[in-house]
């Protein structure tokens, strides 16, 4: 972000939120990050609120990646286990929480759990791409699963990203970095008679067969198309991995 001229440009404008609302606010000396929100989107940094904030907290742990931090110097990063608290500080005042930070929620961890996951970062690539929000773990009614084991119900195969006005379901390959409790799993029986590994195969062919009976294209994105470290994880190279997108889906970009 740091090298870009448009993110130089963001983090100057959140500076300037910064200065004006402790300017106008006297009598403050610091300032959840998240309750900035109303005035940074009045000034144009951002055209709307999600999840309580997520827009300035995605721009803030790119900074935290960047070891970059230090282009808002406001910025105070109260750091437990499981996340990260941002609060704007007055400057020379001294950040003292006025309550115990709140713990997690499970909910709110499986959430930055699937924010900080290579397929999140691809799809989030994707929609800029595409010039589309994709609908994510979608779902249709006609795309299912095996029958359950009373053999009353059904449930909805979910799909990685849909993106309506392309008509487009986006499914990614498995990676080959599982460990081996998790091999092990793969090898336990399900109701269906077959083991999960078989059934997340016969699962991805009746993905396909079902998109193409219905007319609905289907892209298949392999990790191995990208620059990965060691571990099989992307690497994260944004310039690149567009590079790489644009080829995928170049028959769907306008």
Known sequence: MKNSSQGEERIAQINKVVEAYFNTHTNK???????????????????????????????????DKEKALDSIPTLHAERTETAVYWYFVRE???????????????????????EETDEFYILNLCDDLLKEK?????????????????????TKLSLAAFYETSNLVIEFLEKGNKSGEQLDKL???????????EQIEKYRKRRRDVLKKKNINLVEIDYALFECD???????????????????????LK
């Not at 309750?35 to 904030?53: E, Q, S």
């Not at 994709?134 to 059904?154: E, I, N, V, W, Y």
């Open 134 to 154: 994709a609908s994510r773990k979608h779902t249709f009614a006609f795309l299912l699963g095996d029958m359950h084991k009373k053999g009353k119900t059904r």
């Open 187 to 197: 090898e336990v029986m399900t109701v269906s008679g077959v083991s999960r590994r």
């Open 92 to 114: 020379g005042a001294l950040f003292v929480p006025s309550e115990e930070i709140p713990a997690v929620s499970k909910k709110e961890k499986t959430n930055i759990s699937a």
């Open 230 to 252: 060691k571990q099989k994880n992307l690497i994260r190279n944004k310039d690149k991995d567009m590079m790489v997108l644009k080829n995928v889906l170049k028959q769907y």
């Open 29 to 63: 000396e610091w300032i959840p990050a998240k309750d900035l929100m109303p005035d940074l989107i009045a000034a144009g940094v951002f055209t709307k609120d999600n999840k309580k904030g997520l827009p300035l907290r995605k721009v803030l742990r790119d900074l």
